[in-house]
């Protein structure tokens, strides 16, 4: 007879531990779950081979650009230009170096357009008002900015309320500040007319550069003329007579400071004018910083008198005068460069081309859309062996204009048994040299018929565009993977649910058997009592 319920026997509910569950649910996870994560595990690979083709199919894209009709900025391998230069009186430039006329351009610069440039006298406060006596204000070609009751700062505000002056405070020293006013473009007609009222700024204050003693006597008949006002001296006077004198004058304030020099200004604040100087003072405004001049320089022989240091001549040719001096550019077509930017095409397409290849034709590929990849390479390789620009017949004699007859093998492409390109650079160099507006008709074209490079620039370029078989590739991956991750978590859930009931009915049926044993336990000896009378 079994011992225990069922032939279970007793203590055999234990069996049905967590142990056994653990086990009957690895066993469904990897009937179930884990080929999911081996599917996901395979996607985040195949994501990575297709984001490498992408990079390298932009490789093939950047090196083609050099040969599209459309290129940024005009600038093509067929237009480019190469410039030599001498001297650094100048900076070239160009915004299109392709319409850049070959030759030589020579500028001499003899004199430099700049601002005109004031300062005032240095101030210690910068927010204490300037003057208390109404009136007081200072005048710029004809606009009045009061000074009366206003800060420097306050000031300086107003005139940059003009579009043609610039006023600021500046630190030129502890404790120590300048207001400076600017023409806010240089030229002589951008020149600054500055006069001052009710308050001394020293903007028009003229300073000897040379100093005299007070008390000598200068020789007679030395004239100084101010603002049309002739001052001569008579052979008796010391030199501190003779700018008393001058100072006697109601139109000018004149004096003798203590190193000797002379200071002059015009007593209503107005510019001093000096038109001759015997005594040799070398009167200056000192607070005139700069001057207003205008750009003087000769570009090819031609005589430029201008308010600014840059120039455009013909061909958008940029000249920015920095310093007085003799400068030339050189500029030459520049055909170096087509072959090696071809090579670089080449050897970038070779790239692309193993790559897909090594997943076309390997068993271990997690690629699964292996026809995109085929469709990437074949519309590259389409393109290569296509003829292009126009043969003999241009149409003039009335019949039409037939297909292109011109083909990248023809100058010098070459592919070998293993489909890996090459260039034979001694082919296509004297091409470069020989046929070049034939080369250049290949790869460039026109609007009209566009060439090899301009095709294939907009092809390479959809690609990666909306609706192109690249992004259409990333938008499946991106679908596959958001659809197997849902998978994923449904499976995993109905998993985990399914074996935390069961181990809830593992539990329960544990008590059950272990009740049935207990019970069969004691009927059992019963029928042993029973049998042994």
């Given at each position: 007879?079994?011992?225990?319920?069922?032939?279970?026997?007793?203590?055999?509910?234990?069996?049905?531990?967590?142990?056994?569950?653990?086990?009957?649910?690895?066993?469904?996870?990897?009937?179930?779950?884990?080929?999911?994560?081996?599917?996901?595990?395979?996607?985040?690979?195949?994501?990575?081979?297709?984001?490498?083709?992408?990079?390298?199919?932009?490789?093939?894209?950047?090196?083609?650009?050099?040969?599209?009709?459309?290129?940024?900025?005009?600038?093509?391998?067929?237009?480019?230009?190469?410039?030599?230069?001498?001297?650094?009186?100048?900076?070239?430039?160009?915004?299109?170096?392709?319409?850049?006329?070959?030759?030589?351009?020579?500028?001499?610069?003899?004199?430099?357009?700049?601002?005109?440039?004031?300062?005032?006298?240095?101030?210690?406060?910068?927010?204490?008002?300037?003057?208390?006596?109404?009136?007081?204000?200072?005048?710029?070609?004809?606009?009045?900015?009061?000074?009366?009751?206003?800060?420097?700062?306050e000031v300086a505000d107003k005139i940059n309320l003009s579009s043609k002056l610039n006023a600021s405070i500046e630190a030129v020293g502890t404790d120590s500040y300048r207001m400076v006013i600017k023409s806010e473009d240089s030229g002589v007609d951008n020149a600054l007319s500055i006069t001052q009222t009710g308050s001394d700024l020293g903007l028009n204050d003229f300073t000897s550069s040379s100093t005299i003693a007070s008390g000598t006597v200068p020789a007679s008949n030395l004239s100084l003329t101010l603002n049309g006002t002739t001052f001569t001296t008579n052979g008796t006077e010391t030199n501190s007579e003779f700018i008393s004198r001058i100072n006697d004058n109601a139109s000018f304030d004149a004096s003798?400071?203590?190193?000797?020099?002379?200071?002059?200004?015009?007593?209503?604040?107005?510019?001093?004018?000096?038109?001759?100087?015997?005594?040799?003072?070398?009167?200056?405004?000192?607070?005139?910083?700069?001057?207003?001049?205008?750009?003087?320089?000769k570009i090819d022989g031609v005589d430029y008198d201008i308010s600014s240091n840059v120039v455009t001549v013909d061909g958008g040719l940029k000249i920015s005068a920095s310093k007085v001096g003799d400068s030339s550019i050189s500029i030459e077509k520049d055909k170096s460069q087509i072959a090696t930017l071809f090579k670089d095409f080449i050897d970038k397409f070779n790239t692309l081309s193993k790559s897909i290849d090594d997943e076309l034709y390997s068993g271990d590929s997690k690629i699964q859309d292996r026809s995109t990849l085929r469709d990437v390479l074949s519309q590259i390789k389409n393109m290569m062996f296509k003829n292009y620009g126009q043969d003999s017949n241009d149409g003039t004699d009335g019949n039409p204009i037939k297909e292109g007859s011109l083909n990248l093998f023809n100058f010098g492409l070459e592919v070998d048994k293993s489909g890996n390109y090459s260039?034979?650079?001694?082919?296509?160099?004297?091409?470069?040299?020989?046929?070049?507006?034939?080369?250049?008709?290949?790869?460039?074209?026109?609007?009209?018929?566009?060439?090899?490079?301009?095709?294939?620039?907009?092809?390479?370029?959809?690609?990666?565009?909306?609706?192109?078989?690249?992004?259409?590739?990333?938008?499946?991956?991106?679908?596959?993977?958001?659809?197997?991750?849902?998978?994923?978590?449904?499976e995993t859930e109905s998993l985990d649910s399914k074996y935390s009931q069961l181990a809830n009915q593992f539990s329960a049926y544990g008590v059950i058997i272990n009740q049935f044993n207990s019970q069969f336990s004691s009927l059992k000896m019963m029928i042993d009592q029973s049998s042994s009378k």
């Open positions: 007879m079994a011992e225990g319920v069922l032939g279970l026997g007793a203590g055999q509910a234990s069996s049905l531990n967590q142990e056994l569950i653990d086990k009957l649910k690895a066993a469904e996870r990897k009937a179930t779950v884990e080929p999911i994560e081996t599917s996901l595990t395979d996607l985040d690979e195949e994501g990575v081979k297709v984001a490498n083709i992408k990079l390298q199919v932009q490789d093939v894209l950047d090196a083609i650009k050099p040969f599209d009709l459309f290129a940024t900025g005009g600038v093509n391998a067929f237009n480019q230009k190469s410039a030599t230069t001498t001297g650094d009186s100048v900076v070239f430039d160009a915004v299109d170096a392709s319409k850049l006329n070959t030759g030589t351009t020579n500028v001499s610069v003899s004199q430099i357009a700049q601002r005109d440039v004031y300062q005032t006298s240095t101030f210690s406060d910068k927010d204490a008002k300037i003057s208390t006596t109404p009136g007081s204000m200072i005048t710029i070609n004809g606009v009045e900015y009061s000074t009366f009751n206003k800060t420097y700062q003798i400071d203590a190193d000797g020099k002379v200071i002059i200004k015009k007593s209503d604040g107005g510019a001093l004018e000096v038109t001759n100087d015997d005594l040799g003072l070398n009167l200056t405004n000192e607070n005139h910083t700069l001057t207003a001049q205008n750009l003087k320089a260039l034979n650079e001694s082919d296509f160099n004297k091409a470069v040299s020989d046929d070049f507006e034939k080369l250049k008709d290949l790869f460039i074209g026109t609007a009209e018929k566009e060439g090899f490079g301009t095709q294939l620039k907009t092809i390479v370029d959809a690609m990666d565009a909306t609706g192109g078989v690249i992004t259409t590739y990333e938008n499946n991956l991106t679908s596959r993977k958001t659809e197997l991750d849902t998978q994923l978590t449904k």
